[in-house]
């Protein structure tokens, strides 16, 4: 059956093997090549912001949440979730595959502390919930949430409760 093939494309055995010598050095190149990017040596992370990353622990704790469910307290450095001080500015932040993927910014430090932590707790509250069925899982995400804010501080309850509701009490006044 082989036979037919090798004579249509007028190749001999000798020919098919060095076909197959060629790709497979070309994957072990890709190979080599995609490797060597992986294990390339990056900078240090910056220094964390030992009060900060303090006052995100404290934080955290009266909402319940696992200290590892919070971001980096240090400026963005490689993927993931950043929460930095840079002057009298704080910042909470993500990137993704090396690029900034959204940014909140303060003053006051509760805007982007308040975006942090609703995160933190929306994430916690949706692994706790893996099994629900929906509609039910919806309403027990945002009901876990609320009571997480609510207990960092109650004016964060009551924005969130806002939020859930469709109203914005920031815009009133």
């Known amino acids: 059956m082989n036979g037919w093939v090798l004579g249509a494309l007028d190749i001999g055995p000798l020919g098919v093997v060095l076909i197959a010598l060629a790709a497979l050095a070309g994957a072990l190149a890709i190979h080599a090549m995609s490797r060597r990017r992986r294990t390339a040596p990056t900078a240090p992370p910056p220094p964390v912001d030992a009060a900060l990353k303090q006052h995100l622990h404290e934080i ?43 940014e909140v910014s303060g003053p006051p430090d509760d805007v982007p502390l308040y975006a942090c932590l609703r995160d933190c707790s929306w994430n916690q509250a949706y692994i706790a919930t893996i099994g629900m069925d929906e509609p039910a899982r919806s309403e027990a995400i945002a009901s876990r949430q609320l009571a997480a804010l609510a207990a960092a501080d109650p004016a964060w309850g009551a924005r969130f409760a806002d939020e859930i509701a469709g109203t914005d009490r920031s815009s009133a006044a």
């Open 60 to 102: 955290a704790r009266r909402m319940d949440l696992a200290p590892g469910s919070l971001p980096a307290a240090h400026p963005p450095h490689g993927d993931g979730a950043f929460v930095w001080r840079q002057g009298d500015v704080l910042h909470y932040a993500a990137h993704e595959r090396g690029a900034p993927f959204f």
